[in-house]
């Protein structure tokens, strides 16, 4: 079946095409100018659900629509369908880089969507718009260059947002998903199995400001901890950060 069935082409149109199964906006015989919208569509791609869910609040309060990735799989099946105007790039993503990723939408050309990578680990600026990245954001993101970065709003009106924060239920399943990784690990004995939740954790104690985990992974870079004492100190703080729990609403 032609994946363009029923799209009401307009006479003379030429349309994209497909990298890694993705569609987007049809490209024309004459320049295509850049769309705005006062409904934004944008993806998040990031492994960490509390990092997308505080981000994804204030998109969707500023009027965005949001769709969120926790991985490049997941990723690529929301682009089939979902058609962003704007794509949020975390590098670090459990099924490979991000970077890589950025790499094949740039493939699209002008039909591709604007493209922000974010990332705690600041080193990786000049990588990301090497990759063809439009903008790289460092971890904390203040919620006025999010908006700002992300969303374009024609009628002038300001969100009425005043931050964001963190979501507790989020972050707490975030640090429960990385102790099992690092459990995991510290069982194999393999070293290179704890690169990736070393990682991630190192990307959530610099979005999150938590400075009870930035300690956590400065014990265990200098040696003090391994794995199993790291996995611990995980423990301890999820109950520190369930006691905190932000009550779900009815």
């Not at 994946?3 to 082409?9: G, P, S």
């Not at 459990?94 to 604007?114: F, H, M, Q, T, Y």
């Amino acid at each position: 079946m032609d994946m363009f069935e029923n799209d009401n082409r307009a006479p003379g149109a030429r349309y994209s095409g497909n990298v890694v199964g993705i569609r987007f906006r049809p490209e024309r015989n004459e320049p295509v100018l850049p769309r705005v919208h006062s409904r934004p569509n944008v993806l998040i791609i990031e492994d960490s659900a509390a990092t997308a869910d505080t981000t994804g609040l204030l998109l969707r309060a500023a009027g965005a629509r949001v769709r969120w990735a926790d991985c490049l799989q997941s990723a690529e099946r929301h682009l089939r369908g979902f058609a962003p105007e704007t794509v949020i790039v975390d590098p670090g993503l459990p099924d490979g880089s991000g970077l890589e990723l950025v790499r094949r939408l740039v493939l699209l050309g002008s039909a591709r969507p604007r493209i922000v990578v974010i990332s705690g680990d600041e080193s990786l600026h000049e990588a990301a718009l090497n990759a063809g990245a439009d903008q790289f954001l460092a971890k904390p993101v203040p919620a006025a260059v999010l908006l700002r970065e992300i969303v374009v709003d024609p009628t002038g009106l300001k969100p009425s947002i005043s931050g964001a924060q963190p979501v507790a239920p989020s972050l707490l399943a975030d640090l429960q998903r990385a102790r099992l990784q690092v459990l995991r690990a510290a069982l194999s004995g393999k070293a290179q199995e704890m690169d990736y939740p070393v990682q991630f954790l190192t990307s959530l104690a610099r979005s999150g400001e938590m400075a009870e985990l930035s300690r956590l992974l400065d014990r265990l870079s200098n040696g003090l901890d391994g794995p199993r004492e790291l996995a611990a100190g995980l423990a301890r703080l999820i109950d520190v950060q369930a006691a905190r729990e932000v009550p779900v609403r009815a």
